[in-house]
């Protein structure tokens, strides 16, 4: 068994690695920007594949990490889990589909709620208690599902044909332009000290350094790393400002 995440702000990988650590404690939990992931995938029959929702689909990263690796996927068994800060519909179906276009077997679907990691929108910001709670509830849904799996039954979340239909009309085809590619839309403010956090975080390598400033790419999936670890505040994506950086470790 291997545990495979996208996380942007920490809350997927969190989650990846209580469950697959429960199900299997020597197995591995990588993200899917490490390099040997091919080789990984390849030597695992049993895969967890983690990652956010993002309005109700899959990030583009994870798109295309599925399509590039389609060869791969042929006979795995994989568990598809969605973190999301409030409702997906189908976020495990999204990624279920695709895969079994590819030939794997879907074992089920988790859907897992997380606090919300848009830093820039005050829509769906929570207290510091209430995020500790929606924390606390993560853990009990993830310790609940690692015994119904060494029981062998598979949560089924986001599978069912009623929540595709409530994942695409609830939100996914009124925002699919959002996450049909990457966006140029990340913004960096005037406030940048060109300490260089953003770039090495990247995981699309969107943001380079040029003249002491940070300055952004067209290649950017929406993650909110780069928004939520900045010093200075000064990266903003769907709104203009910061409203609260999201950071997973003080909500554990
Ligand atoms: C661009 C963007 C869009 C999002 N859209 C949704 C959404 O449609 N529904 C939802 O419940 N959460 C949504 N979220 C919240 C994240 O899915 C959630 O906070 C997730 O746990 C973040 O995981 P991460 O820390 O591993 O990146 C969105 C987050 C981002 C950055
Ligand atoms: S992390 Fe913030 S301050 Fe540092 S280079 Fe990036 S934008 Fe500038
Ligand atoms: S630019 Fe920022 S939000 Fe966009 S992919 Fe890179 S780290 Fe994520």
Redo the contacts with the bound molecule.
């Keep these: 068994m291997i545990g495979i ?10 989650c990846i690695k209580r469950l697959t650590k429960q199900l299997d404690a020597s197995a591995d939990i990588v993200p899917l920007e490490q390099k040997n992931i091919a080789a990984l995938i390849q030597k695992n029959d049993k895969i967890i594949l ?8 899959i990030p583009y990263i994870v798109r295309e990490f599925i399509k590039s690796n389609q060869i791969l996927w042929k006979g795995k068994k994989v568990l598809c889990v ?7 519909g189908d ?1 495990a179906g999204c990624s279920a589909r695709l895969l079994k276009r590819y030939g794997a077997e879907i074992l089920g679907g988790l859907h ?7 830093c820039d929108s005050k829509l ?1 910001k929570k207290s510091l208690e209430q995020n500790k709670r929606i924390v606390m509830e993560a853990n009990r849904k993830i310790d609940s599902v690692t015994c119904q799996i060494k029981d062998g039954r598979y949560p089924k979340n986001g599978l069912h044909f009623v929540s595709h239909i409530l994942g695409l009309f609830g ?1 996914r085809f009124w ?1 699919y332009t ?1 996450t049909a590619g990457y966006t140029d839309k990340l913004k960096i403010h005037e406030n940048c000290i060109g300490c260089g956090m953003c770039v090495s975080l990247c995981p699309m390598k969107n943001i380079l350094l040029q003249n002491g400033k940070a300055v952004a790419g067209k290649r950017c999936t ?4 780069c928004v939520s670890h900045c010093p200075q505040q000064a990266i903003t ?2 709104g203009n400002e910061v409203k609260e950086q ?1 950071r ?1 470790d003080r909500y554990i």
């Design positions: 995440y996208f996380s942007g702000t920490g809350n997927t990988k969190y983690g990652y956010p929702i993002q309005f109700s689909n969605a973190t999301m800060g409030a409702f997906s976020g897992i709620r997380m606090p919300d990691s848009v769906l939100q925002f959002k929406m993650c909110y790393r994506l769907l999201c997973l």
